[in-house]
């Protein structure tokens, strides 16, 4: 079978527009989250979101090539990818992969545009036109597990030898549309989220474009710091439209499955990337179905804390991130959590932790009772 490789990343979010710029900041303990105020919620919450300076660097640079928050940074994360150099994406052996869970959402309401602006696949094909790609896009709408899911649809291409390289790009944006719907449901917190802690309330939103560029190239194995997506997989519980399992088997199947395709055991893992939304039942479920899969004593954080949850980008975002820790050798405290507060044992990580990584584990889960969990492997 084909190797896929990771040949080039970016992220694009309020703490950078790098991912050595994100990095650096979350190993530093900053977090781009701020109290935020909406006319409809009557509480103050926290929200990781652009400034006005950052929107007018993304405008500058897109150059009125697109003009929506959304397709704006699509268009940004991937012309910062590009600049590394080493990725076709004029190439008919390349093919472009997005992620996103709402598209043009701030559009709604706006009876000024034509309403194909909303679709998905529209703002996709307009992405792949710019960049001269004859390849018809493919879009990756399942809820918060979107962006893992569409590097393990990249990866299966590519393993398949139907192309060569894929670019992978997720996006969301914010508004008070998103921030209601999911004040609806009680999910946010007022205060800076708490995952897996015992005093966690809900969720902060965020707001990020991301990119991966995927490649199959024997001459990447040669790289002992090189990243490959060793494994993967996808489950539904079919719990819930919005409340994940109880048990935890599901995201368990999904880990132990990514291991067997991946050719590792449990205790060759180093480290898991867990969603950790710090809403009360997805920490319980993460927890329940990381202790299923032999995991309880590997080094877990959630990356929430620094980000948000960023939503259809959250998979690509936050997996950079563990490829990032991969190559520096650490692992980075989970912030905003101080005591367990799950039923069952996580060997949450408190500080920053300098050791060894060879092989991670991203795990996700989102509406609609899916599960994803991703295998990253160091050559």
Not at 37 to 45: D, G, L, N, R, W
Not at 289 to 296: D, E, M, P, V
Request: hydrophobic share 40%.
């Amino acid at each position: 079978m084909r190797s896929v490789w990771v040949a080039a990343d970016n992220i694009v979010s309020p703490l950078g527009f790098s991912s050595e710029e994100n990095f650096a900041a979350i190993l530093n303990g900053e977090t781009a989250l701020k109290e935020t105020h909406s006319k409809y919620i009557e509480f103050p919450v926290w929200t990781a979101s652009f400034n006005e300076n950052q929107l007018s660097q993304i405008k500058n640079v897109c150059q009125g090539i697109v003009t929506t928050k959304f397709e704006s940074l699509l268009y940004f994360s991937i012309s910062k990818t590009l600049e590394k150099g080493q990725v076709k994406p004029k190439s008919d052996r390349t093919i472009f992969v997005f992620a996103t869970t709402k598209g043009n959402i701030e559009l709604i309401g706006n009876k000024q545009i034509n309403p194909k602006e909303l679709n998905l696949f529209h703002s996709a094909q307009k992405i792949v036109n710019i960049f001269g790609n004859p390849n018809k896009p493919i879009v990756v709408s399942n809820a918060c597990i979107s962006g893992g899911t569409a590097i393990l649809v990249a990866k299966d291409l590519l393993e398949a030898g139907t192309y060569d390289e894929a670019i992978v790009c997720g996006a969301d944006t914010l508004n008070d549309f998103v921030l209601s719907g999911f004040n609806s449901l009680k999910a946010l917190s007022p205060n800076q989220c708490k995952p897996f802690d015992a005093d966690r309330i809900g969720i902060n939103l965020g707001e990020a474009a991301a990119t991966v560029v995927l490649k199959v190239s024997d001459s990447m194995a040669n790289n002992p710091n090189q990243i490959r997506i060793a494994g993967g997989s996808v489950t539904n519980d079919a719990n819930h439209i919005s409340g994940p399992s109880r048990t935890g088997l599901e995201l368990a199947l999904a880990i132990q499955q990514g291991l067997k395709q991946a050719n590792l055991r449990a205790n060759q893992i180093d480290y898991v990337s867990a969603h950790g939304t710090a809403t009360s039942y997805n920490d319980e479920m993460e927890a329940k179905a990381i202790n299923h899969a032999g995991l309880s004593n590997v080094l877990t954080n959630s990356l929430k804390g620094y980000f948000g949850h960023t939503l259809g980008a959250a998979g690509l975002l936050e997996c950079i991130i563990v490829m990032h820790s991969m190559m520096q050798n650490v692992v980075i405290k989970s912030r905003g959590f101080d005591k367990l507060g799950t039923t069952v044992p996580v060997n949450i990580c408190t500080q920053n932790i300098s050791k060894e990584i060879k092989n991670s584990i991203k795990t996700l889960a989102g509406f609609g009772g899916c599960n994803a969990a991703l295998i990253l492997s160091k050559q």
